[in-house]
């Protein structure tokens, strides 16, 4: 009781004011939970922050559908149509040399002359021989004449006389008589076809003394002047290098073997020399060869280009850089070469540790989705060789792979076919990451 009574003195001691307020009146619990509130939305908003920054930013570039062009490199060296070395097969001195470099010649247009005193002189005693032969024919046509006569009259005798005259041993010597003088006349005419022989070839060999050009066309070299000895073994020796009409001329190119089956006879080109390096020729296939060059392990297959050459502007001997053109594709879907090797960071790391949301560890592993499962293997080989590829689309600011078939490529561009590629898609090409903290 004693403590009822000391309550109300206490109170009246004190005053009104002294009474405690109750906690939702007081300053501090409300000033501390105001202090909590800011840090945790500050805290949200640095990891948002946080989380924003390490956001993947892609690189995209649309699909687009037009013409593409595809064409083949390859060096070469230009050639005539048609060169032919010319020499000599007889010995003797030059006498005299009648063309130079440059020169346009003419078929049948005499080029050198060699002495001709020596197969001259050959040439006369062969058709003096022939002469004598021929005499000789005359000769034995004469005693034949007479050899049957004379057995003409024998025989006549005979009969006259009923075998009586002449003896048999006459008649027998006046035929073998006629036979001789027969076997003779086959022994001259065949004397006179060899001396006709050996004067066609003695003429011949005079003739070639006079070496003339086998086809029109314009000197390259010459490796002769008067009074230089020529020694024809075997081989003949070459005076000079013709080539044909240079207004046509080819070009042969070296094409790898990665790049032969694109080209076709009938393909146009075109090409530049270092001359006129302004310039472009125009050209045509006309020749892949079937057989191939090897020249430190790598394989070339020779192609030949047409070439017209009206203003005489390119040289045999130059060398070219040739583009050829293959058929191009017309309105084909097409994608950067950089879209097919591209895969997601996201679908090349490990996926380790993901929690039953599928994704990794961290903020990146929220916001990345995991490749779906069915495109994981054609992602590893997007880069590959064969003709189904992975394309990442950009949807809904997340990577979304697609597969599609590749075809033709020049290189930059990619001709694509697939369900759900069209024009104006983005691709992406290219990721990078989010600010650094």
Sequence with gaps: MKSKDTAPELEALLGPDAKPRAWWRRKTPWFTAALLAAAVAGGMAYRARQAQDA???????????????????????????????????????????????????KKGQVLVELDQTRLAGQLERSRATLASNRAKVTQVEATLKEAQAQLGRFEEVARLSGGKVPSQSE??????????????LLAARAAVTDAQAQVLIDETNLAKTSIRA???????????????????????????????NLQHMRLQVNVDEADVGSLQV????????????????????????????????????PTLLEVENEDLS?????????????????????????ALRFTPASAAAP????????????????????????ARKQAGDATGGGGTKTLWLL??????????????????????RGEGIRAGLPVIVDQRSGKPR
């Design 55 to 105: 956001a993947p930013v892609y690189v995209t570039e649309p699909v687009t559908q037009g013409d593409l062009n595809l064409s083949v490199s390859a060096n070469g060296t230009l050639q005539p149509t048609r060169t032919v070395n010319i020499g000599s097969e007889m010995s003797g001195t030059v006498a005299r040399v009648l063309v130079d470099v440059n020169d346009q010649v």
């Design 171 to 184: 008649l027998d010597t006046a035929r073998a008589t006629v036979q001789r003088a027969q076997a003779d």
């Design 214 to 244: 086998p086809i029109d066309g314009v000197i390259l070299t010459r490796s002769v002047d008067p009074g230089n000895a020529v020694a024809a073994s075997l081989q003949a020796v070459t005076l000079f290098t013709l080539a044909e």
């Design 266 to 301: 009938g393909q146009k080109a075109d090409f530049s020399v270092s001359a006129w390096p302004q310039r472009r020729y125009p050209a045509t296939v006309t020749r892949v060869a079937y057989g191939s060059t090897t020249t430190d392990n790598v394989v070339t297959y």
């Design 314 to 338: 390119l040289r045999p001997g130059m060398t070219a850089t040739a583009t050829i053109h293959s058929d191009p594709r017309r309105n084909v879907l097409l994608v950067p070469n950089q």
């Design 351 to 374: 996926q380790d540790g993901a929690g039953p949301g599928g994704g990794g560890g961290g903020v990146a592993g929220v916001l990345m989705p995991r490749m779906p499962r069915g």
């Design 395 to 416: 949807q809904d600011g997340r990577p979304t792979a697609v597969a599609v078939s590749t075809g033709a490529s020049d290189g930059r561009r990619t001709e694509v």
